[in-house]
């Protein structure tokens, strides 16, 4: 240590010994009370060897000369005379060197003397420390610490906790809260267990202009867990509880378990702004978070125009403005009294994502008037389970004021990254032999079901009824709403004691969607042809699934095939599928002669086709399989029979249509049982995906089938 003059600015005179510069070396300039400079080295003593160094201020001429034999011993480092004369950012900027910089530099984090020295520094510079305490905890990996600094300290760049084992820099993210008088503020961070020494400790804040002692005190009785101390403390700064969240899901491998369940058993109070008054009211009704980002939809009343704008606040006293974002229709809110409807604005937007690891089930906003106050707008409990997450996305907008760009710029992202998140979570299937199975098949017939039962008696008889079925068919039914099992597993072991037709039950264990449960019961099939058939479908007469598998392939290549199917009064329902655009420009999938008379000329032609309907299609494994099976990225259900056969014909396949062989074809019953698709926002968000998929291909089919070719028996 060198005090000397400060009359030129310079740099610190560097240490040389026979010219040659000493090291390892670390050198600090701090300004001295009495107008100079102290100027400070930290170097590593020469073994066996005298040290002799001529110091230099080169132009002030001020020189000195230092010499330490080998056998001299040199005092431990004295803290007053280290800090006299120094203020208060010199001494932060000695200690952020000692703990930031010298004890790594030097290998001295384990040194009893370097940790003594850190001790006796910090005794100096705060004799009298305040308190950090631990106030809860995460499972037995995380403590919750809590100390109050001062309101000016601003940003901190490093914590350190010093105990008996040396200095360990805690790797966390601190937050403030400000207290009642604004000069105070409450921080909170985690640390894990192994941060903290179970002896005598002290935690040591280091900002760039801002330094804070504290005494760490870990209470003897057990910390109540994160989940209990946030129902009772973080109310009242729910900025705190979401980054708490935020940090134990990042920071442990079952965070985003722990942060969930913290959220569903202490959820904040929904709050909303209503007035009977004329004043503008407001109401947050859902925010769906997700890492693509967070679905909010709303509503706001503002018949005075007092409104300002719509914000979203999050972690860490984030302030993002949504109003020029909001996508506005209008809707019908509950008055005042019973019974009566008052006119609002709906919105709708995409905020960036809150949380990354775990969804934030309750993001916080707040409306603004334009007088400049605010009010807190908090949503209820958003749904943790992505299935009813995205069940809340497919109503979260009426569908009728949903158009391109509010579904692909707002819902579409949520929806998809749900969906996906829903995907993952689908499981394994159960699988339950009913009878003795055939020993070879030579076609499957996949069946899924999903809640409607109604037709399974008559479909099975008719199956039954079918002696080629018999011979060479093996059934499997997939149950995509598991919550049935028992009863539909009671009601085919039921049908096998009368029809004796072997069949194999597969119930998946969470409902996946139409493609999900057809691709795992192909997974388990065992025929060379796949017959992917509705539970509305009931066969007219014996040997229509032998005549389908009989025109795969052949000269033509044909890669699937469809049949005719009929309503209930015989009118057509299907005679192969087409593709067209509405009035809005959007590809629609239709069906040829549809309503039609059943004997209707045209539809008595077997010929190609763009496409024929998932609800009788009949193609081989082969094919299948080498196009990847069935697309499973569409909600719920819908358009992945045409995805299907548009993958088979870019692999130079074509699609049938076999007028002869009919089916009844009770149409969309267990669709019409789906909330989330017959809401609308569904069918839009599959349309648009099949669309931006398939459009070119789609358009250029289109050019070359004004008119469906006809196919000569021969070529089959």
């Known amino acids: 240590m060198w005090d000397v003059p400060e009359i030129l600015r310079l740099s610190s005179p560097k240490l040389t010994s ?24 930290v170097l590593s003593r020469p073994e066996g060897k005298p040290l002799d160094v001529e110091l230099s201020t080169g132009l002030l001429g001020l020189r000195a000369h230092v010499v330490i034999d080998p056998e001299t011993i040199v005092s431990i480092l004295d803290p007053k005379a280290l800090f006299e004369g120094i203020d208060s950012s010199g001494r932060l900027a000695l200690i952020s060197a000692l703990f930031n910089v010298w004890g790594v530099m030097f290998h001295l984090q384990r040194n009893r003397t370097f940790i003594r020295i850190l001790r006796d520094v910090l005794a100096y510079v705060t004799p009298h420390p305040g308190l950090a305490t631990a106030v809860a905890q995460v499972a037995n990996d995380l403590l919750l610490l809590r100390t109050p600094i001062s309101a000016s300290f601003d940003k901190i760049d490093a914590i350190y906790v010093l105990g008996d084992g040396g200095p360990a820099r805690v790797s966390t993210r601190p937050y403030k809260v400000t207290m009642g008088n604004g000069e105070r503020e409450i921080i909170h961070f985690l640390v894990s267990y192994s941060e903290v020494p179970s002896g005598e400790s002290h935690l040591v804040l280091i900002g760039p202009s801002g330094l804070s002692i504290r005494k760490l005190l870990l209470p003897r009785a057990a910390l109540p867990p994160i989940e209990r101390w946030l129902s009772k403390n973080a109310q009242s700064a729910p900025g705190l509880r979401e980054h708490i969240l935020i940090d134990v899901a990042d920071r442990l491998p079952s965070g985003q378990a722990l942060a969930l369940e913290a959220q569903l058993r202490s959820p904040l109070p929904f709050k909303r702004a209503v007035s009977s008054l004329g004043t503008p009211s407001a109401e947050i009704v859902s925010a769906l978070s997700t890492p693509a980002g967070t679905l909010v939809t709303g509503w706001y009343r503002d018949s005075v125009d007092l409104l300002s704008g719509i914000d979203a606040l999050g972690p860490g006293n984030d302030i993002r403005d949504l109003t020029s974002d909001l996508h506005r229709f209008p809707v019908e809110v509950a008055g005042p009294k019973k019974r009566t409807r008052l006119p609002a604005t709906g919105f709708a937007v995409l905020t960036p994502a809150v949380g990354v690891s775990t969804p934030i089930l309750q993001p916080r906003f707040r409306m603004r008037l334009k007088s400049g106050a605010y009010h807190l707008l908090v949503p209820q409990l958003q749904p943790a389970d992505p299935v009813e997450a995205r069940a809340a996305a497919l109503r979260a907008v009426p569908p009728q004021h949903v158009d391109d760009t509010l579904l692909a710029n707002v819902l579409a992202p949520v929806i998809a990254n749900l969906h996906e998140q829903s995907r993952a979570r689908i499981g394994r299937p159960t699988v339950c032999v009913i009878g003795t199975p055939i020993q070879r098949p030579k076609v499957s017939v996949i069946v899924p079901l999903y809640k ?79 017959a992917l058939v509705n539970s509305d479908i009931i066969p007219i007469s014996s040997g229509w699934l032998a005549k389908l598998v009989a025109r795969l392939g052949g000269r033509r290549r044909i890669g699937a095939i469809g049949p005719k199917l009929l309503f209930e009064d015989g009118s057509i329902q299907h005679a192969g599928m087409y593709f067209s655009k509405d009035h809005r420009g959007r590809w629609l999938n239709q069906h040829f002669h549809k309503g039609m008379p059943r004997d209707y000329a045209p539809a008595c032609e077997e010929r190609l086709v763009p496409a024929v309907t998932g609800a009788c299609l009949v193609t081989s494994r082969t094919v299948f399989e080498s196009v990847g099976g069935f697309t499973e990225d569409y909600v719920v259900g819908d358009y992945e029979d045409s995805d299907l056969c548009l993958k088979i014909t870019m692999t130079d396949r074509r699609i049938a249509y076999s007028p002869d062989i009919e089916l009844y074809h009770l149409e969309r019953k267990s669709m019409s049982l789906n909330a989330e698709y017959m809401r609308g926002i569904a069918w839009q968000y599959n349309c648009a995906l099949h669309a931006e998929r398939w459009g070119d291909l789609m358009s250029a089919t289109m050019q070359t089938c004004a008119r469906p070719r006809k196919i000569r028996n021969a070529a089959i």
Do not use: C, K
């Open 18 to 41: 026979d010219t040659d510069v000493i090291s390892p070396l670390a050198s600090l300039r701090l300004p001295h009370s009495g107008g100079g400079s102290r100027l400070l080295w």
């Open 452 to 530: 409607a039962l109604d037709f399974l008696r008559f479909q099975i008889a008719a199956f039954a009824a079918d002696n080629w079925f018999r011979s060479y068919a093996e059934l499997i039914y997939v149950l995509d709403s598991p919550e049935q099992a028992q009863e539909v597993e009671h009601l085919l072991r039921g049908l096998h004691l009368i029809y004796a037709l072997p069949m194999t039950l597969v119930t998946m264990e969470r409902n996946g969607g139409y493609a999900r449960a057809n691709n795992a019961g192909v997974a388990l099939a065992r025929g060379d042809s796949l």
